[in-house]
T-cell receptor
């Protein structure tokens, strides 16, 4: 069983739409949680950390549900520049486990 | 700004060659990681190191070794390259706050 599972998509949404991604993790002892963004042929970059209380950064909102072992990312008012792959990442001990990524394309 | 650099962006090698991939970070981070990324499989951890001369196997260490002689440098070695090691290789280092910073990646092709 994979440590982290994500719907690979692709998600194709019009500009201005709201889109949500979910990710589930298998180990309840997981300690910290992140969303990374990866552009085509580039390295992953931290988008935001995810906290139990939820956190928001502009148009982006991340939530953690420990009881159900999932994390979510909500993007409001999508921009063309949001087109990328979004990776869910979970930290357990010394290791980080990555989902396979969810592909988002924002269409004009 | 944290900077993680990798020795090559693109590399083409032949089966059986010994391959060295180098990673250098300039922020005095203790923990460094090597991943490979393949379509449909995501990033998979090969090895990590939490201190000089220390190393730990990740999920897929077979066919690889690593070296960490200096804090800023973490090398990945393919002892005898095989075609199934064709992949994107990403190095990362980490702050105390668990944020990983990645290098630009090395796209390795083994013929």
């Amino acid at each position: 069983r994979k440590e982290v599972e994500q719907d690979p998509g692709p998600f194709n949404v019009p500009e201005g739409a709201t889109v949500a991604f979910n990710c589930t993790y298998s180990n309840s002892a997981s300690q910290s949680f992140f969303w990374y963004r990866q552009d085509c042929r580039k390295e992953p970059k931290l988008l935001m950390s995810v906290y139990s209380s939820g956190n928001e950064d502009g148009r982006f909102t991340a939530q953690l549900n420990r009881a159900s072992q999932y994390i979510s990312l909500l993007i409001r008012d999508s921009k063309l520049s949001d087109s990328a792959t979004y990776l869910c990442v979970v930290n357990l001990g010394n290791q980080f486990y990555f989902g396979t990524g969810t592909s988002l394309t924002v269409i004009p | 700004d944290v900077k993680v650099t990798q020795s090559s962006r693109y590399l083409v090698k032949r089966t059986g060659e010994k391959v060295f991939l180098e990673c250098v970070q300039d922020m005095d981070h203790e923990n460094m990681f090597w991943y490979r990324q393949d379509p449909g499989l995501g990033l998979r951890l090969i090895y990590f190191s939490y201190d000089v001369k220390m190393k730990e196997k990740g999920d897929i260490p077979e066919g690889y070794s690593v070296s960490r002689e200096k804090k800023e440098r973490f090398s990945l070695i393919l002892e005898s390259a095989s075609t199934n090691q064709t992949s994107m290789y990403l190095c990362a280092s980490i702050t105390g706050g668990d944020t990983q910073y990645f290098g630009p990646g090395t796209r390795l092709t083994v013929l």
